[in-house]
């Protein structure tokens, strides 16, 4: 007869060292946020024909360092700021979590989007669009930290012929 074998757990092979230190990390990092603070955290990738991919990250966590005992706060993370454009519209959302809407400055021009946080946390972003606006066409709105800012495309150019003497 042949012996039954005992079937192991995954995680026992990683070893626990792995997740030693978890909790009391996590413990840590929500002392060092307060409870009256939400913590944000994540990356979008953006891929555009021709160009390498950009990673961005956003949010408010703070970094641990391995080499000290102590969690510090990092610099205040870029908000993720998406840009979709349609035949019609230009269409820039952007996460502000926990800015008030009077702390938003706003300036456009027929190529760019300048975002602009004031008070507590500065914050600027000067934005390249992908095609030309009317920035008198602008409609914004903010609710729930989010930012939507739309624009009417400017109607493309057409050449025009030139008649040479």
Same mark, same amino acid.
């Given at each position: 007869? @042949?012996?039954?074998?005992?079937?192991? /757990?995954?995680?026992?092979? %990683?070893?626990?060292?792995?997740? =030693?230190?978890?909790?009391?990390?996590?413990?840590?990092?929500?002392?060092?946020?307060?409870?009256? @603070?939400?913590?944000?955290?994540?990356?979008?990738?953006?891929?555009?024909?021709?160009?390498?991919?950009?990673?961005?990250?956003?949010?408010?966590?703070?970094?641990?360092? #391995?080499?000290? =005992?102590?969690? %510090?706060?990092?610099?205040?993370? =870029?908000?993720?700021? =998406?840009?979709?454009? /349609?035949?019609?519209?230009?269409?820039?959302?952007?996460? %502000?979590?926990? @800015?008030?809407?009077?702390?938003?400055?706003?300036?456009?021009?027929? #190529?760019?989007?300048?975002?602009?946080?004031?008070?507590?946390?500065?914050?600027?972003? /000067?934005?390249?669009?992908?095609?030309? @606006?009317?920035?008198?066409?602008?409609?914004?709105?903010?609710?729930?930290?989010?930012?939507?800012?739309? %624009?009417?495309?400017?109607?493309?150019?057409?050449?025009?012929?030139?008649?040479?003497?």
């Amino acid at each position: 007869m @042949v012996g039954i074998r005992k079937k192991k /757990d995954f995680f026992e092979d %990683f070893g626990s060292e792995l997740f =030693d230190n978890l909790e009391e990390i996590i413990e840590a990092l929500l002392e060092e946020m307060g409870e009256s @603070v939400p913590f944000v955290y994540g990356f979008s990738i953006i891929r555009r024909p021709g160009e390498d991919s950009e990673l961005r990250e956003f949010g408010n966590v703070p970094e641990y360092s #391995q080499n000290e =005992d102590n969690l %510090f706060p990092s610099e205040m993370k =870029d908000p993720l700021i =998406d840009v979709f454009e /349609d035949e019609e519209l230009v269409h820039i959302l952007a996460e %502000f979590p926990e @800015v008030e809407k009077e702390n938003l400055l706003l300036h456009a021009t027929a #190529q760019n989007l300048e975002l602009k946080v004031v008070g507590s946390s500065e914050y600027s972003e /000067d934005i390249e669009l992908p095609v030309r @606006v009317d920035p008198k066409s602008a409609k914004a709105s903010y609710k729930n930290g989010v930012l939507e800012v739309t %624009f009417r495309r400017c109607a493309e150019e057409k050449p025009v012929e030139i008649e040479i003497n």
